[in-house]
């Protein structure tokens, strides 16, 4: 029997795997963008380039003002979506599953919870263009593409809007008593705040 991902805040010590799970995230899009001649910006040694870095030293602090979800396993994390509450919606601004793990409904569980807490507003991201598979995940929840908000070329935008909850949502919304968490404080702020008060 294959187990399905557990899909849970972020908490004070996932700090170090969200770290590495964003790490991979960064490190393989600046290959894909470099292997698809669209700008990719390692270092020769290897390095993510000075804007991510905090991401990947610092989750608690480079993202203050998201809500971070976590992907268990066996008890491991192999996976996180970051989303970042707007004036008028949420965007999905990181959803990594581990490669040893995708195709196991991880990618898929994390994206469902993001829309989750989204609540009333619709829900955006950005995906490369050559990501045909992560594409058709976001067309499976119902995101359409819509006109470009970014200047890179190959960067596909994608919105959902807000519609009646199915079943599989409202099951999802119990199951992690989401009330309204754009009304919350940022989960991952709790993680910074706990480091302070130890």
Known sequence: ???????????????????????????????????????????PMGELPVKYRAEVEDPAGALSDCLVFVAELDRRVVGVVVVKPQAESVEVKRLWASPGVRGRGVGSALLDVAIVAAGSVPVTLTVWDWRQSAIRMYESRGFVQVASWDERSRLICMRRAVRHKP???????????????????????KISEQREQM
């Not at 600046?30 to 700008?39: L, N, S």
């Open 1 to 43: 029997m294959t187990l399905k991902p557990f899909i849970r805040d972020a908490q004070p010590d996932d700090a170090a795997a969200i770290g590495k799970a964003l790490q991979a995230y960064l490190v393989q899009t600046e290959k894909e963008k470099t292997e698809q001649g669209a700008g990719g910006c390692l270092s």
């Open 167 to 189: 079943v599989a949502e409202r099951h999802i919304e119990s199951r992690l008593h989401i009330e309204s968490k754009l009304d919350r404080v940022p989960r991952v702020v």
